[in-house]
T-cell receptor, first 114, second 114 residues
Framework: DAGVIQSPRHEVTEMGQEVTLRCKPI?????LFWYRQTMMRGLELLIY????????DSGMPEDRFSAKMPNASFSTLKIQPSEPRDSAVYFC????????????FGNGTRLTVT | DQQVKQNSPSLSVQEGRISILNCDYT??????FLWYKKYPAEGPTFLIS?????DKNEDGRFTVFLNKSAKHLSLHIVPSQPGDSAVYFC?????????????FGQGTRLTINP
């Protein structure tokens, strides 16, 4: 089991550029989550999918953020245009359906917007 | 509105002694609580969980206690080891209007001193 795979590990971009973060969940997991970690707000949920369908995107900060899950093995989080305040570590996580089942996190993408 | 709070940003404990990490929550709809451990440059990893119908769950050196009336849970690590040095996140889960909500605290940085 390779775990949740995120790419890239680090991304440095200039303000105004488009940024795309990628995630491959664990095979067989039907839930996928995108989280953002900052010093000020800790770990906050941005959006999650169930069976590739977005269920709750209330945590997506602005229209500049969008997420897709075209199939069970791939998801993207896009920021367009990026701003310096988007700088954070973005985590993807997956799980099976069971309220007691833990989320399995990837190692995150550290995004720096200059 | 911080629904899950870890009021101690850091904790320092002598090796071999007990580490106690605390977490408070406000939403009575939370029915599962989880602890995650995070090392630098890695994603959070699941440590232990507890259902709201229990008041204690033990796994090796780790024990989680839940006090529903006080809306408080704690993680005990006995005996503490240097490898336990990490950031610990408390998380609470609820099913609200058909959507899973997993809310994290801000984290507590635990340092085990030799």
């Amino acid at each position: 089991d390779a775990g949740v795979i995120q790419s890239p590990r680090h991304e440095v971009t200039e303000m105004g550029q488009e940024v795309t973060l990628r995630c491959k969940p664990i095979s067989g997991h039907d839930y996928l989550f995108w989280y953002r970690q900052t010093m000020m707000r800790g770990l906050e949920l941005l959006i999650y999918f169930n069976n590739n369908v977005p269920i709750d995107d209330s945590g997506m900060p602005e229209d500049r953020f969008s997420a897709k899950m075209p199939n069970a093995s791939f998801s993207t989080l896009k920021i367009q245009p990026s701003e310096p305040r988007d700088s954070a570590v973005y985590f993807c996580a997956s799980s099976i359906w069971d309220r007691g089942s833990p989320l399995h996190f990837g190692n995150g993408t550290r995004l720096t917007v200059t | 509105d911080q629904q899950v709070k870890q009021n101690s940003p850091s904790l320092s404990v002598q090796e071999g002694r007990i580490s106690i990490l605390n977490c408070d929550y406000t939403n009575s709809m939370f029915d599962y609580f989880l602890w995650y451990k995070k090392y630098p440059a890695e994603g959070p990893t699941f440590l232990i969980s507890i259902s709201s119908i229990k008041d204690k769950n033990e796994d090796g050196r780790f024990t989680v206690f839940l006090n529903k009336s006080a809306k408080h849970l704690s993680l005990h690590i006995v005996p503490s080891q240097p490898g336990d040095s990490a950031v610990y996140f408390c998380a609470a889960r609820a099913l609200i209007q058909g959507a899973q909500k997993l809310v994290f605290g801000q984290g507590t940085r635990l340092t085990i001193n030799p």
